[in-house]
């Protein structure tokens, strides 16, 4: 299992960013999640505000949709995943 860190914000380009780092704390693979994904997949307000809520409320499933990315092995760690709302479900 993943953990979750480095967690912030980019609100003028609709942005939640995040990293996971492996259990043994040897790579960091990045990750960005769209505001539009968020409040599709939990049918709220298309809002910042309400994407930050989804996120905290969510994490588990954020957590676990990155980890299938890495999983499926279609991110190498180079550079940042973007989750948008055609690929959150795909993994």
């Given amino acids: ?7 912030r914000d980019e609100e003028s380009k609709g942005l939640i960013l995040f990293s ?3 259990p043994k704390k040897e790579k960091i693979w990045r ?4 505001r539009e994904a968020l409040n ?10 309400k994407a ?6 969510n994490r588990d499933f954020v957590l676990k949709r990155a980890e299938a ?4 092995g279609a991110f190498d760690g180079e ?5 948008e ?4 479900n795909l993994f």
């Fill in 52 to 57: 930050r809520e989804n996120f905290e409320l």
């Fill in 20 to 22: 996971l780092i492996n």
């Fill in 31 to 34: 990750f960005s999640i769209t």
């Fill in 1 to 7: 299992m993943y953990e979750m860190v480095e967690i």
């Fill in 85 to 88: 709302g055609k690929t959150i």
């Fill in 79 to 83: 550079g940042v995943y973007l989750l």
């Fill in 40 to 49: 599709d997949h939990f049918q709220t307000e298309d809002s910042f505000e």
């Fill in 69 to 72: 990315v890495i999983a499926a």
